[in-house]
């Protein structure tokens, strides 16, 4: 059974630091293109960072330039999301997901939730002092 599991989340005052996982289950994450995307209340899914599978190409949103980063540790079957100086409008759930690709994130726009087949259950995440 196929199954991503979030973890990570809290509450974290303005200018705190976060490290979500996302732990993968029934398969490897080695041929699979990893999202991390977030929605807050009101608001349309966005695509927060993505990373390739295979040429280490990644994405981040401007929102989270310089103070996210993502990683992953196929070894573990698992994916980081480093969240620093994080802002009030960071607050979301976050939801990591995962599709079968080897393509260049950034070249073939792929940080997109609709190009994702397998999704973890979300973690919440909240800024505030």
């Known amino acids: 059974q196929v199954q991503l599991v979030e973890s990570g989340g809290g509450l974290v005052q303005p200018g705190g630091s976060l490290r979500l996982s996302c732990a993968a289950s029934g398969f490897t994450l080695d041929y699979y293109a990893i999202g991390w995307f977030r929605q807050a209340p009101g608001k349309e899914r966005e695509g927060v960072s993505c990373?390739?599978?295979?040429?280490?190409?990644?994405y981040y949103a401007d929102s989270v330039k310089g103070r996210f980063t993502i990683s992953r540790d196929n070894a573990k079957n698992t994916v980081y999301l480093q969240m620093n100086s994080l802002k009030p409008e960071d607050t979301a759930v976050y939801y990591c997901a995962a599709v079968p690709s080897s393509l260049n994130i950034r070249l073939f726009r792929l940080c997109v939730p609709r190009k994702y087949d397998y999704w973890g259950q979300g973690t919440q995440v909240t800024v505030s002092s």
């Open positions: 990373i390739s599978s295979s040429d280490g190409s990644t």
